[in-house]
């Protein structure tokens, strides 16, 4: 069988990562560098790192970031946060502990940016995403029908896949 037809098969079976590196370790294994596990051991291995890849691009699409922030690119001495406390923030101690974070201030003063930040590297560290914005939840009651009173708890918790929940205006 062909190179060809073996990438086209992979692809068919979407295994675009063995597809992409298929040619070079066929070589290898031609070559008699590899034995026939370590070349299907690799070829699993480029399969997998594809997925995470893809996964993390597709988070990050899901969550429609307006821009692609990170905390280098934050001016801390134009601002009165704390770079100290943020870069505390940024190790992803509180994704552990399952504290929340919240940002409060003025217009400009860099809260979207830092949640940004925080969200993408929290991805980058492997925790799943999800983006919302603050009505979201309020309207999607609405669309139900139903409402919740102050002071009452929700019938059922709100369950969310996502190991962190980013809400911006």
């Known amino acids: 069988m062909q190179t060809q037809q073996l990438t086209e098969q992979l692809k068919t079976l979407r295994l675009r990562g063995m597809a992409s590196a298929l040619e070079e370790s066929l070589t290898a ?11 299907l051991a690799q070829l699993l291995q480029a399969e997998m790192a594809d997925r995470q890849a893809r996964s993390y691009e597709y988070q ?12 280098d690119s ?3 001495k134009e601002s009165a946060v704390n770079e100290t ?24 003063t860099g809260k979207s940016h830092l ?25 999607c009651r609405k669309a139900r029908g139903t409402r919740r009173t102050s002071g009452k708890p929700l019938a059922q918790p709100v369950r969310h896949r996502a190991g962190l929940m980013l809400i911006t205006q």
Do not use: C, M
């Open 29 to 39: 294994l031609s070559q008699k560098k590899l034995a026939p596990t370590t070349w």
């Open 60 to 71: 990050l699409r899901l969550a429609r970031f307006p821009v692609p922030r990170d905390l």
């Open 74 to 76: 934050f001016d801390f």
């Open 85 to 108: 406390q943020l870069r505390q923030l940024y190790a992803g101690d509180y994704l552990i502990t399952a504290r929340n974070i919240v940002f409060v201030g003025g217009t400009g």
């Open 115 to 139: 949640a940004t930040a925080l969200a993408r590297h929290a991805r980058q560290a492997g925790s799943l995403l999800q983006r919302r914005r603050s009505g979201e939840s309020a309207r």
